[in-house]
């Protein structure tokens, strides 16, 4: 990187416009907007000792910002000696030694927290991304990917109503918005449903469940929650199985399924798929063009009621990791 032409500094609170704005050249069909990642930044570092850490490059001249790079914690796989690490640069900027300089400082900083592994994702693709990460190390583990439901003239007519069979069961389908969101005994049985079918998700980790405020802040009170777009099976008083639909901030036309989870006791009997369909169903009756919703390549049976719905493949990202050393004892 040439630094007559290019410095890097610390991120600032001013800099989450130009970020976002970099990384909506870089992927415009999933926008992180700057209200996005500011929220995401506070949630992650309400613990202590959870690190989110930026770098930016700018153009010495104009001060625009064209890359940044990330090191941080994670969530649902937190371990306080193993990181996520990203570098985007603008494309107009890439092959300059701009991504090289901003990875060799998020990997000393990493080091001198002894860390041992770093984490990052790329796109399948970009094979100038994909070799970046091979020469630094990252091993490809497996791969995630991006499917959309197009809703403007999908026909639900092949997916009818299992309510009624539901029932027959025992189980009863509602919604976050009527059991009443704001109420203390709603949230911790959504926490405690939460916690138990997230448990056996795919990652490249192990489990970490997040606190009850955090649960609280991204699953039931944040900017992208629709609290009558949460489906909820019951079992009597017991939340048994949940499919939640999220605004995406950046495409109002959109919604994202966040999550789809049941308890493991409940499993095969088709409430999930049931909860998925409602979800469809919403956003098709709301006036929505397309849901999104992302895969692990390990979790074949969520991508299979998917597919049956009519979700497509869209984008994969390869999810690969460093070992910087072994684990201590």
């Known amino acids: 990187m040439d630094p007559g032409i290019y410095s890097v500094r610390p991120f600032a609170a001013t800099d989450y416009d130009s970020v976002a704005q970099v990384n909506a050249v870089i992927d415009p069909v999933v926008p992180e907007t700057a209200d996005d990642a500011r929220r995401w930044s506070e949630i992650v570092t309400q613990e202590p000792g959870r ?20 090191l941080s914690h994670t969530l649902w796989n937190y371990h306080p000696q193993k990181f996520f690490i ?15 300089e901003l990875y060799a400082l998020l990997e000393k900083e990493a080091v001198g927290r002894d860390a041992v592994s770093l984490r990052g994702t790329v796109r399948d693709d970009d094979p100038l991304g994909v070799r970046f990460l091979e020469l630094r190390g990252l091993v490809p583990q497996r791969k995630t990917w991006l499917s959309r439901l197009k809703l403007t003239d999908l026909d639900l007519s092949a997916f009818p109503d299992r309510s009624k069979a ?28 939460s916690r138990i079918s997230s448990q056996d998700v795919p990652m490249i980790g192990e489990y970490t469940p ?59 009997r088709g409430i999930a798929s049931e909860l998925k369909r409602r979800g469809v169903e919403y956003a098709q009756t709301h006036g929505y063009r397309s849901l999104i919703t992302s895969n692990d390549s390990l979790n074949p049976r ?14 994969t990202w390869v999810q690969a990791e460093k070992i910087l050393r072994p684990r201590s004892p």
């Open 51 to 70: 690190v989110m850490l930026k770098q930016v490059v700018e153009e010495v001249g104009s001060g625009t910002v064209i890359a940044w790079g990330g």
């Open 86 to 100: 990203n570098v985007a640069v603008h494309p107009a900027h890439r092959g300059r030694g701009i991504g090289r």
């Open 302 to 315: 969520i991508w299979a009621i998917n597919e049956k719905l009519g979700f497509r493949k869209e984008r």
């Open 166 to 193: 539901m029932s027959n069961q025992g189980i009863r389908i509602t919604t976050m918005a009527a059991e009443g969101a704001d109420r203390a005994e709603v949230r911790h049985r959504l926490y405690d449903l």
């Open 210 to 268: 997040v606190t009850f405020e955090e649960f609280v802040a991204i699953d039931v009170v944040g900017p992208k929650v629709l609290p009558d777009a949460i489906f909820l099976a019951c079992d009597g008083e017991e939340y048994v199985g949940w499919s939640t639909l999220q605004r995406m901030l950046g495409l109002p036309d959109t919604l994202d399924i966040g999550f789809t989870g049941t308890l493991p006791k409940f499993r095969g």
